[in-house]
């Protein structure tokens, strides 16, 4: 590898995003100049405007819950088709609530429906997740860890799956929410319930990220059969690859409310992520990073009174823009589906003598 080039391509793809950024920022701060009425971003208190925002924070949030996540690891090469690889697990029963700023909840694997093993493996897993939901700031930290991955996609010439009982997928990430009005926009209203957003409103968001991924297979990440298959050159196995992504998207959020107590969220996040890939073959370990554009969503629709609540949402990475201005060498990603229903207790408030 030739340390200077690497270096001077560094530096130019550095100076390439600083100046993308820059012209986010610039255009950002020339709208909030505009509106300094409305958005006024406080990081820790936060007073709500009550013609805009119910605080149910101070009684006891609860909810039964069903949870399906879709995770996925894609490798992508220009000199073959990308293949995704995926663990077999199940959609998931829980039960959560939620006081002031603080979540907790517990699932349980649904015992009513599985994959056929046969077809899609078998996958262990570990998946820890814990959110902080303050009103303007708003944070998520993640582990998960799967053994037994099946590829989804392509598939073997006679339609089955290749299954790859010794694979390995482990990832660690954090992200984190910014919302600039947050006295008139509810993230909490829409995801956790223990707010309720009275009237239409929408609020620009900033979002940092960081994702640590590793995957890891001792007969190869991808099987022989499938590099014969996609005609994939070279006969040394990669075994081992880690990647880190470190990001910056802006963004915007908007609830409407229609019927009174329902309402429909969405949120979109285009951003730029620097993306940095150690993968290890029999025979040598490669380096390599690159600059790479990605898009997210998440989009949430329910019924929203002051007792009762009932709703869905799904978030997730939206992959075809993104394919058309860059074409990452590893991209992780888990899609969320989500259905709720619960009600509100009033156990904690002080009752007036």
């Given amino acids: 590898m030739n340390t200077s080039f690497y270096w001077r391509q560094m530096q130019r793809k550095l100076l390439w995003a600083t100046r993308f950024l820059a012209i986010i920022f610039l255009s950002g701060s020339h709208n909030l100049q505009a509106q300094q009425h409305t958005l006024n971003p406080q990081l820790f208190y936060v007073p709500i405007d009550s013609n805009y925002i119910v605080d149910h924070t101070m009684e006891l949030t609860g909810r039964l819950y069903l949870l399906s996540q879709d995770a996925s690891f894609m490798i992508n090469r220009d000199n073959f088709k990308r293949i995704v690889y995926k663990p077999n697990v199940n959609f998931r029963?829980?039960?959560?609530?939620?006081?002031?700023?603080?979540?907790?909840?517990?699932?349980?694997?649904?015992?009513f429906y599985k994959k056929n093993a046969?077809?899609?493996?078998?996958?262990?897993?570990?998946?820890?997740?814990?959110?902080?939901?303050?009103?303007?700031?708003?944070a998520e930290l993640y582990f998960q860890q799967y053994h037994g991955i099946y590829i989804s996609n392509p598939p073997k010439a006679d339609g089955t799956k290749y299954l790859m009982p010794d694979m390995s997928a482990l990832t660690i990430?954090?992200?984190a929410y910014w919302i600039y009005n947050a006295s008139r926009f509810s993230i909490r209203a829409a995801f956790i319930q223990n707010e309720r957003q009275k009237k239409s409103a929408g609020s620009f968001m900033i979002r940092p990220a960081f994702l640590f991924s590793r995957i890891d297979s001792p007969d190869g990440i991808i099987p022989a059969e499938l590099k014969e298959q996609l005609h994939i050159p070279g006969s040394d196995l990669w075994v081992s690859g880690d990647m880190y992504s470190l990001g910056l998207s802006p963004g915007y959020s908007y609830?409407?409310?229609?019927?009174?107590?329902?309402?429909?969220?969405?949120?979109?996040?285009p951003g730029i992520f620097w993306q940095y890939y150690v993968y290890e073959t029999t025979k040598d370990v490669y380096i390599e990073d690159e600059f790479s554009f990605q898009l997210g969503g998440r989009f949430?629709?329910?019924y929203n009174s002051d007792l009762w609540f009932i709703?869905?949402?799904?978030?997730?990475?939206?992959?075809?823009?993104?394919?058309?201005?860059?074409?990452?060498f590893i991209h992780y990603d888990v899609a969320q589906f989500r259905i709720w229903g619960g009600t509100r207790f009033d156990w904690f408030r002080k009752k007036k003598k």
Avoid at 255 to 269: D, P, Q
Avoid at 311 to 328: A, K, M, N, W, Y
């Fill in 311 to 328: 709703g869905g949402s799904v978030q997730g990475g939206l992959h075809e823009i993104p394919d058309i201005l860059s074409d990452t």
């Fill in 173 to 175: 990430g954090i992200s």
């Fill in 255 to 269: 609830s409407l409310i229609f019927l009174k107590n329902f309402y429909f969220t969405a949120t979109v996040f």
């Fill in 93 to 111: 029963i829980g039960i959560a609530g939620f006081w002031k700023w603080f979540g907790l909840g517990l699932s349980i694997e649904n015992p």
């Fill in 300 to 302: 949430a629709i329910g």
């Fill in 118 to 138: 046969s077809t899609y493996g078998t996958t262990s897993s570990v998946d820890l997740r814990v959110n902080a939901f303050g009103r303007a700031v708003a």
